[in-house]
């Protein structure tokens, strides 16, 4: 049997085609007409009412922290179990991160743990929607409101993910907070190389926004026709991605739908085969709450400790098949550590040692998938014959 590696980016084939027209266009600066395809793409499909493409997920983090004002000493609410970058953007702009940790049975954090979080200080709440899975974004709004503090969704994963909101209506992630950030890297479902996007649903924010992108200039108006010259009026940098990332996220965007069904395919094949293996006490699979609707970005166990853990990743690398634990809680890391005033978060510990990754991308076939299962399945059955003759 040939190596699964554990990530594969996806390729449409249609990318060529896009540079080759991005190139004919003449101009490859941001916010040309690729640009404003995805923008609008986004828009209408899923509600979003600003969307503005940057050249990463991070970079729209650092947009969305310079958008709300974030001051020295201003706290930020945040899962501990996440990507750097959700912190970094707001560390960088003086503020305190304060830690929230994960629910017993997923990553996500705990919606009902953030208000005793809350302190006169408190600026924003930036909840990750891990794995494409929804946090409990009516209930975050709800503290959010009466507490008057900013939302930033970082919606990195999320893509094509919703809210079951009852009644046959779901409403998309992205659309919940005043501010949600996108991912297109090459490990997200929908990838060009590096990109991202800001989606401004609060309107106070919208004219900001798009100056902030431009340089803190007001050139997009300018490009318009609104204005005769633009100026230096705000704050800003360069987040604006060229028009080669924005078509070769166009070749992906056309073929969104077939993406998203693949995945889900592959998604729901191994929540099946593993069911059927019944690794009780050993491995967990993911527990997804009733009202989210997730996009298949992931696909992980959740092991018993970190030995265990450990033993599967080891197993499944003997016979060549990739499979990646995922983030260390950032309140633990060697960065934050010494700043961090907050509790333990044993959650987050948990799935910081616990958690494994199986391959999952979409040149990923069933069998390959099986064939993972039936590693899991043998690695795990000797691992409990390790554990008795160890009694
Ligand atoms: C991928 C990711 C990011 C960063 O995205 P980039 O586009 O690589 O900057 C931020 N947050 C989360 C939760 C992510 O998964």
Redesign the pocket.
Known sequence: MSAIPFHQPFRTGTELHFLQEALQNGKLSGNGIFTQRCQAFFEQRYGFLKCLLTS????A?ELAALLIDIQPGDEVIMPSY??V??ANAFVLRGARIIFADSQPLHPNLDARAIEALVTPRTKAIVP?HYAGVACDMPRIMEVAHKHKLWVVE?A??ALDSYVDRGGGKVQPLGTFGHLAAF???D??NISAG???MLVVNEPALINRAEMLWEKGTNRAAFQRGEVGRYQWMDVGSSFLPSELTASFLWAQLEQLDGIQATRKALWQHYEDALEAIGCRGMVQLPKIPAFARHNAHLFYLVCRDLETRNYIQHALYTHQIYAACHYAGLHSSVFYRNQYKGKPLPNAEHFTHSLLRLPLYNSLDFEQVGSVCQQVQRAVEEKRIADRLAV
């Open positions: 990463s997920c991070t970079d983090l996440t990507f970058s959700t990750v970082d990195a994963q991912s297109f890297h490990t997200k590096e990109g991202g």
